[in-house]
T-cell receptor, first 109, second 116 residues
Framework: DAKTTQPPSMDCAEGRAANLPCNHSTISGNEYVYWYRQIHSQGPQYIIHGLKNNETNEMASLIITEDRKSSTLILPHATLRDTAVYYCIVSGSARQLTFGSGTQLTVLP | GAVVSQHPSWVICKSGTSVKIECRSLDFQATTMFWYRQFPKQSLMLMATSNEGSKATYEQGVEKDKFLINHASLTLSTLTVTSAHPEDSSFYIC????????????FGDGTRLSIL
């Protein structure tokens, strides 16, 4: 599976959009981009995933660049409950998920 | 939808005891289930992958005789930590996936295991 690079931490003001970047320059054609988040002492929560098109669901939007070498997770209106570690994971169709260090997002009041 | 339930949430037991952790998919049939372990301030590490009715595939360095995995039905997988010792104390998390292989995994809330 391709390796991903995320900033270790980010802050965001409550009510503003949180934009979390992820680089995955070695991604291959059949690998998807998955985003999960983990709130302290809980299991990871699935947020969204995509292959090459931008995706949106009730939680977030996923923007994947045309060359697929990077992506951005957007939380449109961050709340205090969105404070968590966010993981960007690249995985092929038959592979397990490999968790990196993620980005600690802190939403500030 | 896609709810995964894990039980128990917390367990404290004496060294040498065997502990069983259950993972259930409540509203879907899980073709594949995964077991992870997470030590404090570290990320999740995959321990094993199991498909219903098949033997689990363990990651390198994970002792299959110590961490027994059973996936007897499409909604239940169990992890048994045999003869647990203090170094086995950790946060154990299961996940389940259904349908096509690109479908996301859905995680349980984890089991915090403390061995005294």
């Amino acid at each position: 599976d391709a390796k991903t690079t995320q900033p270790p931490s980010m802050d965001c003001a409550e009510g503003r959009a949180a934009n979390l970047p992820c680089n995955h320059s070695t991604i291959s054609g059949n690998e998807y981009v998955y985003w999960y988040r983990q709130i302290h002492s809980q299991g990871p929560q699935y947020i969204i995933h995509g292959l090459k098109n931008n995706e949106t669901n009730e939680m977030a939007s996923l923007i994947i660049t045309e060359d697929r070498k990077s992506s951005t997770l957007i939380l449109p209106h961050a709340t205090l409950r969105d404070t968590a570690v966010y993981y960007c994971i690249v995985s092929g169709s038959a592979r397990q998920l490999t968790f990196g260090s993620g980005t600690q997002l802190t939403v500030l009041p | 939808g896609a709810v995964v339930s894990q039980h128990p949430s917390w367990v404290i037991c004496k060294s040498g005891t065997s502990v069983k952790i259950e993972c259930r998919s409540l509203d879907f049939q899980a073709t594949t289930m995964f077991w992870y372990r997470q030590f404090p301030k570290q990320s999740l590490m995959l321990m094993a992958t199991s498909n219903e009715g098949s033997k689990a595939t363990y990651e390198q360095g994970v002792e299959k005789d110590k961490f027994l995995i059973n996936h007897a039905s499409l909604t239940l997988s169990t992890l048994t930590v045999t003869s647990a010792h203090p170094e086995d104390s950790s946060f154990y998390i299961c996940s389940a996936r259904y349908g096509a292989r690109n479908q996301p995994q859905h995680f349980g809330d984890g089991t915090r295991l403390s061995i005294l």
